[in-house]
C-alpha cells in the first residue's frame, strides 16, 4: 500500500479566512465611493444591496472566467468580492451602470481592478498580520510530522504565503515544485490554478449544481501527488476534480475526500455528503488527526 498522504488546500482549511475577506471588502467599499463620488457610509450601503442581490441567486454568481462559473458564491467566501464587481459590470440599475462607467475610465475591465483590489489588499494584508492560522493549526502540523504522514498543500494563494505563515511557528515547508514528492513532510504548491480550466467542457451536477472539473493544473497536482485523502473548503476548487478523478477510477485519485465545515457552507452541498460525492464534513482541522487515524 502506498504511504499516506494527505492533500490539502490553506485558505478556510488551516488559516480563518473572514478577516482578509473583511480587508479586501474594505478596500473596495473605499474605491467605490471613490468611484462614485459617495461617502463611505453611502458605499457600504450599496455594496450590501449589491452583495444581497447577488446572494439572493447563488447559482447564477461566483468567481466567473470567460462565462464560466469556477466556484460559487456561497461556498467560496473570496469569490464575493469577483461576484460583486461582476454584478457591477453587468449594470442592471443606475447605480451599477455609474460605477461601471467609472471603473472603466481608470481600467481595462472591471475584472482587472478586482484583481487590482484583491491583489494589493491580500498583499498588505500579509505584510500588517504576521500570520492568520487558524487556532491549533501549527499543532495539527506537529502531530502529522510526528506521526510521519507527509502533508501537501495545494492553494491559489502564493507559496510564501504558506509557507510565511507557518514559519512563525518554526515550521519548514518546501517548495512541491522544487522538491519529489515524500521528499519533505510539509510542500507547498502556490497559486495552484484550481480556477484555470482546459477546453474540455467536462463537468459534474453536485447538489443540482453544475461544476466544471477539467482544471488540468490541479489534476496534474494529484496525479503526481497521489493522496489518499484531500481535505478543501470550497468544493468546486479543492474536491469536484479529485471527485471526478475518483468515479472514473483514475491513476491518483483520492480513497477519501473532506469538506470543511465553516460557518457559510451551504446546504446544496452539506446534504451531498456521504452521498457518493464528498466523504466527511471536518469541523475544524483539529479533526483531521482522527479522521486519518480512521483512514489509514
Ligand atoms: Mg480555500
Same mark, same amino acid.
Given at each position: ?20 475577506? @473583511? ?42 472566467? $470567460? ?25 442592471? +440599475? ?7 462607467? *467609472? ?18 489588499? +491580500? ?14 493549526? %501549527? ?7 510526528? %506521526? #510521519? ?26 517548495? @512541491? ?14 497559486? *495552484?490554478?484550481?480556477? +484555470? ?13 453544475? =461544476? ?13 501527488? #497521489?493522496?489518499?485523502?484531500?481535505? /478543501? ?6 474536491? *469536484? ?16 475526500? /473532506? !469538506? ?10 452539506? $446534504?451531498?455528503?456521504?452521498? /457518493? ?7 475544524? =482541522?483539529?479533526? !483531521?488527526?482522527? !479522521?486519518?487515524?480512521?483512514? #489509514?
Amino acid at each position: 500500500m502506498e504511504p499516506f498522504t494527505l492533500l490539502t488546500d490553506f485558505d478556510g482549511v488551516w488559516t480563518d479566512p473572514l478577516r482578509e475577506l @473583511a480587508a479586501v471588502s474594505g478596500f473596495l467599499t473605499a474605491e467605490l465611493a471613490r468611484f462614485g463620488g459617495v461617502d463611505a457610509a453611502r458605499s457600504v450601503e450599496l455594496y450590501a444591496r449589491f452583495r444581497a442581490d447577488v446572494m439572493a441567486r447563488p447559482s447564477e454568481h461566483g468567481w466567473r472566467i $470567460d462565462g464560466r462559473l469556477v466556484s460559487y458564491v456561497d461556498e467560496d467566501v473570496f469569490a464575493e468580492p469577483t461576484a460583486v464587481g461582476q454584478w457591477i459590470e453587468a449594470a442592471r +440599475c443606475a447605480d451599477t451602470a455609474r460605477l461601471r462607467a *467609472a471603473i472603466l475610465s481608470e481600467y481595462p475591465s472591471v475584472l482587472a481592478f478586482l484583481d487590482h483590489c484583491y491583489h494589493s489588499t +491580500c498583499a498588505r494584508f500579509r505584510e500588517e498580520v504576521p500570520h492568520d492560522l487558524t487556532r491549533g493549526a %501549527e499543532r495539527v502540523l506537529h502531530w502529522f510530522l510526528r %506521526e #510521519r504522514i507527509p502533508v501537501v498543500f495545494a492553494s491559489n494563494a502564493p507559496f510564501e504565503k504558506v509557507a510565511g505563515w507557518f514559519a512563525c511557528h518554526g515550521l519548514q515547508v518546501a517548495d @512541491a515544485r522544487d522538491s519529489e514528492p515524500g521528499a519533505a513532510p510539509l510542500r507547498a504548491y502556490g497559486r *495552484a490554478g484550481k480556477q +484555470c480550466l482546459g477546453a474540455a467542457a467536462e463537468s459534474l451536477v453536485v447538489g443540482g449544481r453544475e =461544476v466544471p472539473v477539467d482544471r488540468p493544473q490541479y489534476r496534474a497536482i494529484l496525479e503526481r501527488e #497521489r493522496a489518499a485523502l484531500v481535505v /478543501g473548503d470550497v468544493f468546486s476548487l479543492d474536491l *469536484a476534480v479529485p471527485l471526478a478523478m475518483r468515479r472514473a477510477r483514475a491513476p491518483g485519485a483520492p480513497r477519501a475526500l /473532506g !469538506l470543511m465545515h465553516l460557518e457559510h457552507t451551504p446546504r446544496w452541498l452539506l $446534504d451531498e455528503v456521504g452521498r /457518493g460525492g464528498v466523504d466527511y464534513l471536518v469541523s475544524h =482541522v483539529s479533526a !483531521l488527526p482522527r !479522521l486519518v487515524n480512521a483512514l #489509514r
